[in-house]
């Protein structure tokens, strides 16, 4: 299996997630273009791909849904009240909606030999999921925009390959910076944004012996660096019973305005 981060950060999010036969991506919160241009660094075209998961109906992870739509007509998979959010917003325009297929949390489908599954997760919208996806004894999970975890979500990322764990904010920055009281308390909140510890506290649950990547995704452009993400993160991972150095995990900041490398699982 394969997963590269195309975008993630607050401003706008996508990740490809493939096989050998299966290319598919999770949330397309970035322009056609961007999305594009990171999938043709690795030889693949936007026609290759099979399927879009889609997180929640928030415009930084479906900024590009109605363009794609039209110009290729990829089917998308979402929950029934995220579908009538994204079919009811104008600003992606007009486009068919027969696109979409309704899918439910725990419940798995497959899109070409790649085995889906959607999570549940806390978020201010109407039916957020967090997705993994498997190829045969191989897992990537994508979690991000959530404002807490429990021992449900843990174990459905338990046993993971890879990785895309939010790690959205420092509180301190949050808190000293200039966002209104109302949005500093709805990032707090626990239908926000995990912070750096938070983020680290629910990787150190997901560690295992095989992990081949993980990547702290959804950064704050506003609220949070990307090295104190990766040093609050490492600190958080101190103790675990694989490893004392996080390399050996692979742990790495996915950028907010490029693409990542491909990883490999």
Known sequence: MYMKTIASGSSGNCTYIGSEKTAILVDAGVS????????????????????????????????????IARAYGIRMYATEDT???????????????????????????????????????????????CYTVSAGDKKISVATDMGDYDDYLVSCLMDSDAMVIESNHDVRMLEA?????????????????????????LIKRLLNSHIKAIRLGHLSGENNLPELAYETVKQELAGNPFSDDVRDFHLEVAPRDRAGDMITV
């Open 83 to 129: 579908v009538h959010e994204i079919a009811s917003m104008k600003q992606l325009g007009v486009f068919d909606t027969s696109l979409f297929t309704p899918i439910a949390p725990d419940r798995t489908f497959s899109i070409g030999d790649l085995k889906v599954k959607a999570h549940s997760i806390w978020h201010d919208a109407v039916d957020p999921v």
């Open 177 to 201: 910076g200039p966002y209104p009281y109302q949005l500093k308390q709805r990032i707090l909140g626990k239908r926000g944004h995990l912070s750096n510890e938070a983020g680290g506290r």
């Open 32 to 67: 056609k273009k961007r999305i594009a241009e990171g999938l043709s660094e690795e030889g693949i075209a936007m026609s290759d791909i099979s399927g879009i998961l889609i997180t929640h109906e928030h415009i930084d992870h479906v900024r590009a849904l109605g363009v």
